[in-house]
């Protein structure tokens, strides 16, 4: 099926680097990014009007707070918002189509490594799974609430990573070590946990690294004490909170 993106900024600019393979039109609004996207991407059909939704399986990637004034036209085969927050039930309600999916991924779609929800109409699911396959890995939920928890899970915890990095670095410069370098371990050090986490539960792994009175066990003590796991498991359901109130 040919596929229509609206909006190509941060989230829907990053899915192209796997969404461009397919037949797929892109509308952006924005005239700066719409110069830089012809660059990237010289083959794929960059419009600024939406067209006729007839025929399209449309992946929706505008902010939620531009959706109210979203005008379109005709019935798409099928819609696949990736908007936090926004509600099926909001979502039928601001634009036509035969069947509708909420989804949520995520910045590593840019390396084609996203971990992208879905949830919605069964009879779109096959379909759906098929093209966002093409930027990562697919988890389908059985709810909206899954799908809102999901949203700080896999899509806002890129930027809580990224603050993590971005500390270690801090702590290791303050220390003497160069900015630089510190960038390159914590790369490596992500990947590399990432990939033991595929097979070990995280509290074995965090017990088989820290020693009886050693290294591990000092700096873990002051996480702690500075309340880095309730600070997350109150960012998980600040952000819940977030995405809850775009559909009231
Ligand atoms: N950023 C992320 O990591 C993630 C974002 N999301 C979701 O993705 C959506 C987009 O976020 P993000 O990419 O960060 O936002 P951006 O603002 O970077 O991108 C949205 C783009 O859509 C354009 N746009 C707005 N209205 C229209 C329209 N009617 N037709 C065509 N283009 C339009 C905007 O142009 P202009 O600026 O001129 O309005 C902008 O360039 C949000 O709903 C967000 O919740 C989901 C997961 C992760
Ligand atoms: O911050 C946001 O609202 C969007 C949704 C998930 C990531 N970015």
Avoid at 159 to 183: C, F, H, P, Q
Avoid at 184 to 201: D, P
Avoid at 218 to 231: C, I, P
């Amino acid at each position: 099926m040919k596929l229509l993106l609206i909006g190509a900024g941060n989230m829907g600019g990053a899915m192209l680097q796997g969404l461009h393979v397919n037949d797929i039109t892109v509308v952006e609004a924005y005239p700066p990014r719409v110069l830089e996207l012809q660059t990237l991407y010289p083959t794929i059909t960059i419009v600024s009007e939406i067209p006729s939704l007839e025929g399209y399986l449309v992946i929706l990637a505008i902010k939620p707070q531009s959706f109210s004034t979203l005008h379109t036209k005709g019935i798409a085969e099928g819609v696949i918002s990736i908007m936090a927050g926004v509600s099926l039930e909001k979502l039928k309600s601001g634009i036509m189509a035969k069947h509708y999916i909420r989804s949520m991924p995520n910045m590593a779609a840019l390396v084609r490594k996203s971990a992208t929800s879905l949830c919605g109409d069964v009879a779109l699911k096959d379909e759906a799974m098929e093209v966002l396959s093409s930027i990562g890995r697919c988890f389908w939920l059985e709810s909206e609430k899954e799908l809102d928890i999901a949203t700080g899970l896999a899509g806002s915890a890129p930027a809580w990573i990224a603050l993590v990095a971005e500390a270690l670095s801090d702590g290791a410069v303050n220390l003497g070590m160069k900015r630089e370098i510190t960038y390159q371990y914590i790369a490596t050090l992500f990947e590399g946990v990432g990939e033991v986490l595929k097979s070990e539960h995280p509290a074995l792994l965090k017990d088989k690294v820290m020693s009886p009175a050693g290294t591990t066990a000092a700096g873990y003590a002051k996480l702690e004490e500075g309340k880095v796991r309730d600070s997350f498991i109150k960012a998980m359901e600040a952000s819940y909170e977030r995405a809850k109130s775009f559909s009231k």
